[in-house]
């Protein structure tokens, strides 16, 4: 970030919004193919899902996800209760860190997705020690188990 007014104009990330997730502020640290604001406070996400983009149950250690929903419905998977909620467009959603969940996409759907802070960590099951149901790989032999690869 610099101290001076930053932006990007919709004509140079319009032709990359078929992507899924369209980062527009983050501190990214994989090869974009679009322009982004580089800022390790947080993560600024335009998510465009097809039904069936549904995610891998993860959490995030420190990361929390604050989400509008601005077009369909997106579903959470609570992993712990199997119980899934559901999001219509205006719905706003929050997901602390620590709390397993996998995205559930019906139908078509767009969000506004903001993670705090900036952060690409994940837990998946394989890293995963925690006894649950929704276990889809076996438990991994790990010094720290919490760490996502």
């Not at 925690?130 to 790990?142: H, I, M």
Request: net charge negative; with cysteine; charged share 25%.
């Amino acid at each position: 970030m610099t101290n001076a007014l930053s932006h990007i104009r919709r004509g140079e990330y319009e032709p990359f919004a078929a992507l899924k997730h369209l980062f527009l502020v983050g501190d990214l640290q994989r090869e974009n193919p679009h322009p982004f604001v580089r800022d390790s406070r947080l993560e600024l996400i335009a998510c465009y899902y097809q039904a069936g983009d549904n995610g891998l149950p993860h959490w995030h250690r420190e990361v929390t996800e604050y989400e509008i929903v601005i077009e369909g419905e997106v579903g959470h998977t609570d992993i712990a209760s199997g119980e899934t909620h559901w999001f219509s467009a205006g719905d706003f959603r929050v997901l602390p860190p620590g709390l397993c969940t996998r995205r559930v996409l019906r139908a078509p759907a767009r969000t506004i997705a903001i993670k705090v802070p900036s952060s690409a960590e994940k837990v998946h099951c394989q890293d995963c020690s925690r006894d649950c149901p929704a276990r889809l790989a076996p438990f991994a032999n790990l010094e720290d188990p919490c760490v996502s690869r």
